[in-house]
Structure formats: C-alpha cells, structure tokens
C-alpha cells in the first residue's frame, strides 16, 4: 500500500508544474558579500545609531563552481537584519538596490542605521530591475507585453515583476548570502524610545544592558543605571538614571515593560543588569512586551551592601509642560509629579438634559455605551464643555477606568488614575484641600494619565508629600530571599 500511494504521489509531482521556476533566471548560485574595514566586535562593538553608520562592501555573484558570472548586469537587494539600509552609494545603485557589472560591485559605500548586537548584511538577487517609471520606453512589467511569453503580461499578473517600474519579466535567481557578523552596540532606553512619540524599533525584539553597580559609569559610556520605578499586576516600569539625552538633562529615558502579570521576585529600586522584549506601540505609549530581565541588584532596605534606592526624583508638571504634547512625550513612563492641583467638584453619574455638564450631571455618554464617541456630536460637545471647565471630570471616565481630571496652577489638566490606589474614594464629595499628585505618566491617545504608585503618592488632607525613593517600596518576601 506504501509503494502504492508513494508511487502515485511522484506520478502527481512529476505533472504539476511550479511556474515560479519556469520563470526564474538561472546563472547564480550564490552571492558573496564582505564588509571591508572595521566590523566591530563583542568587546569593541560599532556605535549603536539611528542617524546611520557608514561602512564598505563588496558584493560578488558567483556560479555553482564558485567563480564569478561575469555575464550578470542586474540588480541585488541589500538588506541588514537586524538593522535598515538607508543609502547606498554606488553607479546605478536605486535606493537599496545595488547594481553590479560584470558580476561584482566593490567598494560600496553603503549607510546603515539601527544595527544592535550581532548583525549581518544580505543580498539576494530577486530580479528586481528598477528604472524610472515614466520611462519612454515603459519599463517591461508596464507596457502591455507579454516580454518573456511565460503567459502573463506585465506587474501584477507575471510572478517575475516585482513593481509596476520592474524593467525585467524574469524573476531573479533568489540566490543570497549574507556578510560576516557586525557587531553593533545595543541601544539604550532613548534609542528604544526614540526621542520622538512613536520608537524606530517597533516590532525588534531588542536587549538594552543595565550597568549593576550603583557609581555612575564613565563619561561618554553607553552602560547605564537601569533602576525599577514600579511593579504592577500586569508589569513593570524602569528608567535609565545615566542618560543625558536633552542638553545634557536625561528625557525618554523610562519605559514600561508589559509582563502578563506582576514580575517575578523584582521590587522597586533594583538594578537590572539586562532588560530584553518585543518593541510595541500600545495607546501612543511605546512599551517592551513579553519581556525578560536580570537583576543585577537586588535592593533591600538598611543593607549597605545593596546600597541606598536610586528611584530619581519626580520630573515636576506645570501647566506650559502640560500642554505641550513634545515636552511631555520625554517623560513618558517616568515619574511625575504635579502640586496643589485642584480636585473636579463638578461630577457625577446623571447625564445634562442639555448637554451642558454641571454638579452631578457630567455623563456625556448619552448612548449608553459606556464609552464618549467624538464623532457623536452632542457627546463630543458635551465631553469638551468639560474638560474646558477646570472644576469638571467627565463621568465616563471614572466609571470604567477610575481616573479623575484635576487642574495644575495655570490652568492645565491631566488626568489622575485614583481609583487604583483609593478604591473607596467618593468623586462626588472631593476634598477643597489642593493635593499633591505624584506617579508614573502614561498616554492614551492625546490624554496623559498619572498613575499614583500608592496611596502615599495622594497626598490629600494632610498627608505628606515624601520623596518618590521614599515611597511605595515592598520589601521581599522570605520566600524570595
């Protein structure tokens, strides 16, 4: 039965044509790709860069016996992973496409950006020949033929265009090789971030180094201080104590780590020695998921030999700071605080019969569905009559996420995620006390979110006001000693 169905399965092979191979150019059996000059090491590595790292290559096509195909005058894709392209700087070279003559291109200067720790660079010969394509001639995957007669005219149709501006109807050998390992230095929490709203590395799973000693580093090092702010039942938070990134003052240096569930035997005040995750974008805030860690200090209260909590002070918000979106973003997921901020008084589950919020009636969610639709227009009118009156707190807000809007001196608001750390406070009967609101800042959207560590970082009716090192620490457990 075996010989059977093993027979008749090569009877069917042997029938079914693969038109991916009819149509592809043969000749090349490998490419051969070598990085001139320094290439870096584990201990010497090239600068980690997001404005790009020049270096030289030399590319060469070769056959099955390994000597080169002097007949080939096309094209190879040249890629880096992990790492981009930017430029290639070459006769004939179209933006990552690199043209060889005669089978070889030396001495390419090729400008490449976001390589992190061992890296390589490829090239493969696709059969992509790009031209401009409002050429006269048109370029052959546009002007109405069928060139190679395989049956199909022009991109999409014919599986050997790879674009519209593609010059050939054949595919390419898809032939690669790859250099030899680049090492790069892995980034740092503002390399992550970015310095901008949105991280370069989304979707890079990537390895920032912590330094596990509490002296800062030498001048000029890139190992860095990476001390835990705060632990939560869904992650973690961290910030980079040695960046210098804006004018000499540290800016997108925190980040938050999104682990499922509390973290596995860290505190606040560690010192990680490595933090590793995906990089991802999640409601405007740039975070790490499914990550990995190693503490590299495991702090303890009163112990000299871990050393005093390194938690940084809190950046303080003031009304300019808060309305401006720029500014803000370097301070995502770090630790804020805003003083004598008033508490809404203007609140309340009751939805205004005429859509304008007051006392008790500030529900502009007049759907019922639980959420404020801004391309509704009365709810979105009634919604923005709060927020521009700095005694209002939309209600829906507080129902499912227990986040209130408070106002800073000046006039600018943010919001406050109390219900997290007081689930028994009353919005309706605020305290006319000004408090003083400290926590980590998150954005949703154009919205930023303070999110107290503990009831301490509330400070209303008489509480103090302590140090963020001081504050919402939890000692391990036994078990975790």
Known sequence: MRRILLATLLGCSARIEDP?????AGGVARVDVSVMGARGSLDAPLPFSSEGVDLTLRVEVLDRQGQRVTGFNGF????????????????????????LQGGLAEGVRVRVARGYGPTRLWAEDNGYEPVDPQRAPPPACANGRDDDGDGFVD??????????????????????????PLYFDTPTIADVQGRSAISPLVDERVTVRGLARHEPPPEGSRLHRLVVTQTDNSGFFVTD??????DGA????????FNFRAPDGMRPCDLLLNLTGSVA???????????????????RPDDPATGPCRIPDAVMLDSALVRDAARMERYESGLVRAADVTLPTVVGPLRPGDGTPRAGQTNCDFSGDGAIDYDDAAEAAC????????ACSEWTSWARYGQLRVTLPGGGRVAVAVRAIEPNYDPERPS????????TLRQVGPNWIINPRCDVDFAIEGRPVRSTRESCLHERSLSEE
């Not at 006319?432 to 926590?439: K, L, R």
Request: glycine residues 8%; charged residues 15%.
């Open 241 to 246: 104590l040695d960046d210098r990134s804006c």
């Open 281 to 299: 974008e999640f409601v405007s805030t740039t975070q790490l998921a499914q990550p990995g860690f190693q503490i590299g200090v495991a702090w």
């Open 432 to 439: 006319t006390v000004p408090a003083t609101v400290t926590g």
């Open 20 to 24: 991916a191979l009819r149509d592809r």
């Open 250 to 257: 540290p800016c997108f240096n925190s980040m938050y780590s």
């Open 76 to 99: 190879v894709a040249v890629s880096m992973e992990p790492g981009l392209v930017l430029d290639l700087a070459a006769p004939g070279a179209v933006r990552n496409y690199l043209r």
């Open 155 to 180: 991109y999409p149709a014919d599986i050997g265009c790879a674009a519209a501006n593609d010059d050939s109807e054949r595919a390419g050998s898809f032939a690669a090789g790859t250099s030899e």
């Open 383 to 390: 919604a923005n009559a709060c927020d521009a009156n700095p």
